[in-house]
């Protein structure tokens, strides 16, 4: 691996990383309030911020000549990772056996969309 490549693996790992602590502060928030409460409640602007981080990041990669197909793959594969701990560790969520052969299956496919 290249370093060039080395940092896009980074910024795509930070940016999964980023959204989902967005995610995570939008699912905390939204609990037991209304639309319009969540978009007022101020920790919104924080959410906001780190969207716009991911935004950059895709922009970052996609100026130093990253591809989309890759990106969006490498992206939705960690984004599964960290989403799956994260409402586990944070949120106590449990998943099936079959929900755990489903990501099983869906990391297996990018990895396999993904090779050359």
């Given at each position: 691996?290249?370093?060039s490549n080395?940092?896009k693996?980074?910024?795509?790992?930070l940016?999964?990383?980023?959204?989902?602590?967005?995610d995570?502060?939008?699912k905390k928030?939204?609990?037991?309030?209304?639309l319009?409460?969540v978009?007022?409640?101020?920790w919104?602007?924080?959410?906001?911020?780190?969207y716009?981080f991911?935004?950059?990041?895709?922009?970052?990669?996609?100026v130093?000549?990253?591809?989309?197909?890759?990106?969006?793959?490498?992206?939705?594969?960690?984004?599964?990772?960290?989403?799956v701990?994260?409402?586990?560790?944070?949120?106590?969520e449990?998943?099936?056996?079959?929900q755990?052969?489903?990501?099983?299956?869906a990391?297996?496919?990018v990895?396999?969309?993904?090779?050359?």
């Amino acid at each position: 691996m290249t370093s060039s490549n080395a940092i896009k693996l980074i910024v795509i790992i930070l940016a999964t990383l980023i959204t989902i602590i967005a995610d995570a502060t939008v699912k905390k928030i939204s609990k037991d309030h209304s639309l319009l409460a969540v978009l007022k409640n101020p920790w919104m602007i924080v959410v906001y911020a780190l969207y716009f981080f991911q935004i950059v990041s895709a922009i970052y990669i996609f100026v130093h000549r990253g591809e989309f197909a890759i990106y969006t793959n490498l992206f939705v594969v960690f984004y599964s990772i960290f989403g799956v701990i994260s409402g586990i560790l944070i949120f106590q969520e449990t998943l099936s056996l079959a929900q755990w052969i489903g990501i099983v299956f869906a990391l297996v496919g990018v990895v396999l969309i993904n090779s050359k």
